[in-house]
């Protein structure tokens, strides 16, 4: 019988967004519960019981788990795994860290960026920078492990009400990672992977100074501020705002591009945003040829007209 | 203290990679042939490192056909000591690629092993992982700054929330991300004496690994593609065009 294992993306205090659209993916394939590696992590327990569609919460608090260090979960969700035939994580660093690790010791391959599930062990991915997907088939008798794409899932609703149960896992641990801390972009604005509306700037946006004028415009918006390859690559933003293949990739429901001439790698990471609008003075640029809304125009103009107009 | 680099052969980077008249691949006929860019950084990294004095002899690995001394050749040129290629004509998963690795890892013992994050062939980002699981030692992915400490090695990691740092005991498993460091340019009196280095070629067959199961691959496709919208005129038809999609 098909059972699935998800494990959560959170920092201790919150879940993050990732867990409510891997769990899309999850329920797509069949009964899903939710593991919580955590160190008393009872407020991403709850929320994670409160996510559409989850059978059961596991709760699997111990002092090594207070960080998401993947050699120390590895070996705990390999232990877990052998009750489900499925076992997922989120596509993000975190689950791109870990779950290798963990199908690793279970001996079975792994899928990465599930896009689409076309079977019970049947599943579409992109390789080649998104230029092109495939079909992949996990082996009868092999538990499938995979991460999920984030961005080609809407995040599950918050009407559940499941079960926690505390489950301890037996695995001997490793000492030899240790976790020293997180250097986080401090920001008042909403976190770039998931929030509904995105503002970005790329080369056009031309200085640091300049970017001023995407944050002012995110920040009437209530928008995260994102940047294009060559604007971080030019040293006008932290690269933890890039968005593309080698940076985030997303999926809001409005994406404005500014400045940002539209190259593969930033295509990829923005496809499957609701509505995409650009500006850019250029008007062969290649980001037109994927735009919703087009405008021709210089963004120094351009971009203080919106925000005024947006009152 | 000895360095493993494990590289491999990828179609370059600035190739716009075409679907097979089969749909089973993608074209490799005729195509510029490169070492996996973020593979290119982890040998640049392992020079750093032995620059600094704190590693005396770096070993280049990689797994395909006769054709990937090619990638070799060229870490070699950029300052590797020696290079291992184990041969064979299948193309290998990232577990049996591991499996593989961890057999050179038993035989050379290395103190660092370093490789890119990813291939930019299949976008995996496993490898490195599962080399590190299988061999029951640390990693530490997405590293964009290595500082070695006697056993130690301090790892900066670019993850989704900003820049992680972690502690391992060496020996351990660094995989490399973008901002790691600028790979050197090989100048061309390197390439003549990378030809006179040594170069081991190892059958797949002769490293007696247990093949694990494989993902069956089958079709190719394009991605599905977005259609261009409209283009407008001024702000006040981008602000109403907004409104009718209830994005605003």
Not at chain 1, 62 to 78: D, F, K, M, T, Y
Not at chain 2, 36 to 60: C, T, Y
Request: with cysteine.
């Amino acid at each position: 019988m098909t059972r699935v294992l998800l494990i959560a993306e959170h920092d201790g205090a919150m879940l993050n967004l990732s867990t409510a659209k891997a769990l899309s993916c999850a329920t797509a394939i069949g009964p899903t519960d939710i593991a919580v590696f955590g160190n008393d992590a009872g407020d991403v327990c709850a929320a994670a019981a409160a996510l559409s569609g989850v059978e059961k919460v596991l709760n699997v608090s111990r002092p090594e788990n207070a960080a998401p260090l993947a050699a120390v979960l590895a070996p705990q969700i390999a232990e877990l795994a052998g009750d489900y035939t499925h076992v997922l994580a989120p596509s993000t660093t975190f689950g791109k860290d870990v779950m290798p690790r963990a199908a690793a010791l279970l001996g079975v391959p792994q899928v990465s960026d599930i896009m689409t599930v076309e079977g019970e062990r049947k599943f579409q991915r992109p390789i080649y920078a998104g230029n092109v997907v495939t079909e992949v088939s996990v082996p009868a008798g092999c538990i499938v492990a995979g991460t999920v794409r984030t961005a080609s899932f809407r995040a599950a609703s918050n009407s559940g009400s499941a079960e926690i149960t505390e489950v301890s896992t037996g695995a001997g641990l490793p000492d030899h990672s240790r976790y020293i801390g997180l250097e986080a972009q401090a920001s008042e604005r909403p976190d770039l992977q998931s929030a509904s509306k995105v503002v970005s700037g790329g080369r056009g946006v031309g200085s640091a100074e300049n970017f001023a004028l995407i944050y002012s415009l995110a920040d009437k918006l209530g928008a995260a501020a994102g940047a294009s390859r060559a604007a971080v690559d030019a040293g006008y933003v932290p690269n933890d705002m890039q968005v593309g293949q080698t940076g985030k990739i997303i999926a809001p429901d409005l994406y404005i591009a500014i400045g940002i001439s539209g190259a593969i790698q930033h295509v990829t990471g923005i496809k499957d945003a609701g509505t995409i609008v650009a500006i850019n003075k250029d008007a062969e640029a290649p980001i037109f040829e994927i735009a919703d809304i087009g405008l021709v125009g210089d963004l120094f103009s351009l971009v203080p007209e919106l925000e005024a107009r947006l009152g | 203290m000895k360095i493993l680099v494990c590289i491999k052969r990828v179609i370059d980077y600035n190739v716009r990679v075409q679907i097979n008249r089969e749909g089973d691949g993608v074209v490799t006929d005729g195509v510029k042939m490169s070492v996996n860019p973020f593979d290119e950084i982890a040998v640049e990294e392992a020079l750093r490192i032995r620059e600094r004095g704190e590693a005396e002899e770096i070993v280049v690995a990689s797994i395909g056909t006769s054709a990937s001394q090619q990638q070799l050749r060229t870490a070699l040129a950029m300052g590797a000591d020696r290079a291992i290629l184990v041969e064979t004509d299948e193309s290998l998963q990232p577990l049996a690629s591991a499996r593989v690795l961890h057999k050179l890892v038993e035989k050379e013992q290395p103190g660092l092993v370093l490789a890119g994050k990813q291939a930019i062939d299949d976008d995996s980002n496993q490898t490195g992982q599962m080399l590190s699981a299988l061999w029951g030692r640390p990693q530490a992915t997405f590293a964009s700054k290595v500082a070695l400490d006697g056993g130690k090695a301090t790892v900066t990691r670019e993850v989704d929330a900003g820049l992680e740092t972690i502690e391992v005991d060496l020996p351990a498993v660094v995989t490399t991300d973008l901002r790691l460091n600028e790979p050197r340019f090989v100048k061309m009196p390197d390439i003549m004496k990378a030809k006179r280095k040594p170069l081991e070629t190892i059958a797949l067959a002769d490293l007696d690994v247990e093949m694990p199961p494989a993902l069956e691959v089958g079709a190719h496709m394009p991605p599905p593609q977005r259609q261009a919208g409209i283009m407008i005129e001024s702000v006040d038809e981008l602000v109403n065009a907004l409104k009718e999609k209830g994005v605003l």
